[in-house]
């Protein structure tokens, strides 16, 4: 091989190589444009991105945003709020998110934290008139989070919603708030079904028992006592002490059912009902609802809609 030729051949290597690169570079552009772990994926498509932190936000958020926002959740389902901590990958999409919206009141409370270092965070209980929230005593001094069981409160969280959005984007703003109306006029008539679903109980049957506190704003909306194990968060576990008085109160009232949570161990609860003979009435959604899509007895779980009708139906069903 002549000079000139060697290097003909060592050019024409070089670039091969180089083109080989660069169509590398390529593929791994396109597939990392795609995968939902790219913070970056959605401003490719020209969406709004938006991170949640628990379901029952997403949810919110894709009513009020529809086809203008692509949201990522922290939480899916069976995930517990109180004791989530976020990995890297968490932060990463609450720092490169547009905007974000979670709960707040301490629901979220191991990364309260990072969610005050980001920008454009909305906690979406931040319009709720404190006069309508509670502060139960094993809240040590804070109100309760677990708002989304009165639907009339619930309703209050989707102004922010539609704030966030529109600050963000404000082309789309006429929609957000359209989307709110809606939204708000759905949850009204939500609110109403489930007046009308607890009718079907008699009054000395609306106990409702379960593992933690997750339902006092529910009981107040509409009309159950209930009696939680673990106090207000799942932090807390509960003593045998507790669990005896459980198994009395449940013998002395004849409660016929006790519930077993999503997010939370069921393991106290199978044992009271051992103990005390109340049946277990089946599986209530507290502080996660279920995969998106999935139906159960007609309702999708994984809406706010589906997860509030599906409590209820579940509730009024086992102590009938
Ligand atoms: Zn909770």
């Known amino acids: ?9 060592l050019v ?32 490719a498509s020209g969406k709004l991105k938006v991170t949640t932190t628990v379901n029952m936000v997403s949810d919110l958020v894709r009513e009020i945003g529809g086809e203008h926002v692509e949201v990522s959740e922290l939480m899916g389902p069976g995930v517990d709020p109180h004791l989530f901590k976020a990995s890297f990958g968490d932060v990463d999409k609450l720092m490169n998110a547009d905007v974000v919206f979670y709960v707040g009141l301490l629901l979220e409370g191991k990364i309260q934290d990072t969610l005050d270092k980001v920008k454009s965070a909305y906690a979406v209980t931040s319009k709720i008139d404190t006069k309508r929230l509670d502060k139960p005593e094993e809240f040590e001094g804070h109100f309760d989070p677990h708002i989304w069981f009165d639907v009339t409160l619930w309703v209050d969280t989707v102004d922010v919603v539609v704030e966030g959005l529109s600050k963000a984007d404000s082309a789309h703003a006429a929609d957000y708030k ?15 079904w489930s007046l009308a679903k607890v009718k079907e109980l008699p009054e000395a049957n609306r106990i409702l028992i379960t593992s933690h506190d997750a339902y006092n704003y529910f009981g107040r909306a509409y009309g159950f006592k209930v009696v939680g194990l673990q106090g207000i968060s799942t932090v807390s576990e509960a003593s045998l002490a507790d669990v005896a008085k459980m198994v009395d109160f449940i013998k002395e009232n004849k409660v016929k059912a ?31 609802m279920g995969e998106r899509g999935k139906m159960e007895h007609g309702n999708d779980v994984g809406t706010y809609e589906g997860m509030i009708k599906h409590n209820l139906s579940t509730i009024v069903n086992a102590l009938k």
């Open 1 to 9: 091989m002549n000079m000139t030729k060697y290097l003909i051949t």
């Open 12 to 43: 024409s290597r070089r670039i091969a190589l180089a083109a080989g690169v660069s169509l590398l570079a390529l593929i791994v552009a396109g597939c990392g444009g795609k995968t939902e772990t790219d913070p970056n994926a959605e401003s």
């Open 178 to 192: 359209k989307n709110g109306e809606a939204t708000k006029a759905k949850m009204n008539a939500l609110h109403e």
């Open 258 to 288: 006790v519930f077993v949570e999503s997010s939370v161990s069921p393991a106290t609860i199978k044992r009271i009902s051992e103990d005390s003979g109340a049946v277990i009435g089946g599986e209530l959604f507290s502080d996660a």
